[in-house]
């Protein structure tokens, strides 16, 4: 009965790898969020998605391509795996807007090699 | 672009001893939320503030708004050793559409 559910918990990959991490919410929430917590435990959003539809979009490589299925599943695919994208990334949901709460997911500790 | 500060980036603490973080913003807020991330583990929401200058009280947690918007507090009075965590907040500046968290205040509590 988790709340906000990502996969997998760790990756440990090499350089140049493709990879994707998947992220699902049963709360019937309409916006997700994922989030990047560098090895200085700052919390950075990379992208939101409303009702499937990208609303946010910070500064972010192209090589990260977020995808929305639908509401209720944000995945993440990241192309040309580098160095400075190890990190904690966080997929997190909340039912409207940012002025609502944010409940974030277990977190996918990416290591890249 | 909006930016949250938060101090201290770390406090060590005697059990029983209070804790103050402070958050700053360089816009005035529409809100501002406070999260607690313990160690391995995920941001948990803790509250959210509106109004200028609310206070809101969680058995030994304190939440301040400022009555400018432009800055808030979360003090615990007479930490435990379960306090241990980052302590994170995170605020939308109006005009803005996403929330910019705060660099957060590691809290160590020793027995």
Redesign the interface.
Known sequence: DTAVSQTPKYLVTQMGNDKSIKCEQNLGHDTMYWYKQDS??????MF?YNNKEL??N?TVPNRFSPKSPDKAHLNLHINSLELGDSAVY?CASSQRT??D???????TRLTVL | GQQVMQIPQYQHVQEGEDFTTYCNSSTTLSNIQWYKQRPGGHPVFLIQLVKSGEVKKQKRLTFQFGEAKKNSSLHITATQTTDVGTYFCAGRGSGYSTLTFGKGTMLLVSP
């Open positions: 200085k435990k700052f919390l950075k959003i939101s609303i946010i910070e966080f940012v002025l709460t944010q409940y974030f997911g277990p977190g």
